[in-house]
């Protein structure tokens, strides 16, 4: 997925860091020199040139854009870049900063924006959920990173879809806690058949994110998701320890089968 982000500070940084270990392509947008710091994410393009002008998003070729993230610290700067995002380029998913509390009933559809938030990780999980059907996406980290908060939605083709939680044998170090089906939000228990659509939420380590990838997703779905985000590298899967080790439903599942 390519993704331009307006504002190169800690927050744009931030957020770009983010989407490019997840495999995202990403151009920072920035107006001040002295904000100029490739260093500080060398694997970004970055780009020398104010986001509200017109010529200079045509040079960044904000047309070929999947997202953009208007992640300044001035309110008018990102619902500036977020209109001229959405009506002069059609960009697909809008996601802008909001600085100010006061200033979050203009951040609307009216303006180009397609989602508001103010929490840089938030924003980041925001901009993939664009692509989320059928991929993992991180939504918060605990613990200084020892810990993730992740999301999975099952498309149609995962392969437990119809099967009740029991046989679901996540990995040791990974729980699902809650399931977003519509509007509803389910206490997960071990015999709730899960169904195509549903946002599965987990908590896990990132030793096993791949891991739970696999188990709910396929086999094969972490060299889909590298392969779709234009990452050469093999997929390297950490084989879970089993049925035993998992927990769904809030209880854990010693004897668990695996699927036939």
């Not at 927050?11 to 270990?21: C, F, K, P, W």
């Not at 998913?93 to 303006?111: D, G, M, S, Y």
């Not at 924006?113 to 840089?120: G, Q, T, W």
């Not at 972490?222 to 997929?235: M, Q």
Request: charged share 25%; aromatic share 4%.
């Amino acid at each position: 997925m390519r993704v331009a982000i307006a504002g190169a500070g800690n927050v744009g940084r931030s957020i770009a860091q983010e989407l490019i270990e997840n495999g995202h392509q990403v151009t920072l947008i920035e107006r001040q020199p002295t904000m100029l710091r490739p260093e500080r994410v060398p694997d970004a393009e970055w780009v020398l040139a104010d986001a509200c002008e017109l010529t200079n998003l045509e040079e960044a070729e904000l047309a070929n854009r999947d997202v953009v993230v208007a992640a300044t610290g001035d309110d008018k700067v990102n619902l500036v870049v977020s209109l001229l995002a959405k009506t002069e380029f059609a960009v697909p998913r809008v996601v802008a900063r909001i600085n100010r509390a006061e200033n979050e009933w203009l951040f609307t559809e009216q303006w180009g924006v397609d989602v508001a938030v103010s929490k840089p990780r938030v924003m980041a999980a925001l901009v993939e959920e664009a692509v989320t059907v059928g991929d993992l996406v991180r939504l918060m980290t605990f613990r200084q990173g020892e810990a993730n908060l992740v999301e999975i939605t099952l498309p149609t083709s995962a392969p437990y879809v119809g099967h009740p939680l029991r046989e679901v044998p996540l990995p040791r170090d990974a729980a699902l806690v809650a399931i977003l089906r519509g509007k509803r939000v389910l206490v997960p228990s071990p015999d709730d058949p899960i169904e195509a659509g549903d946002e599965l939420i987990f908590v896990c380590t990132a030793e096993v994110e791949d891991s739970v990838r696999t188990v709910v997703l396929g086999p094969d779905s972490v060299e889909r998701t590298r392969k779709a985000c234009g990452d050469p590298r093999p997929a390297v899967t950490r084989p879970g320890p089993g049925a035993s080790g998992g927990r769904a439903g809030g209880a854990g599942s010693p004897d668990a089968p695996s699927r036939p």
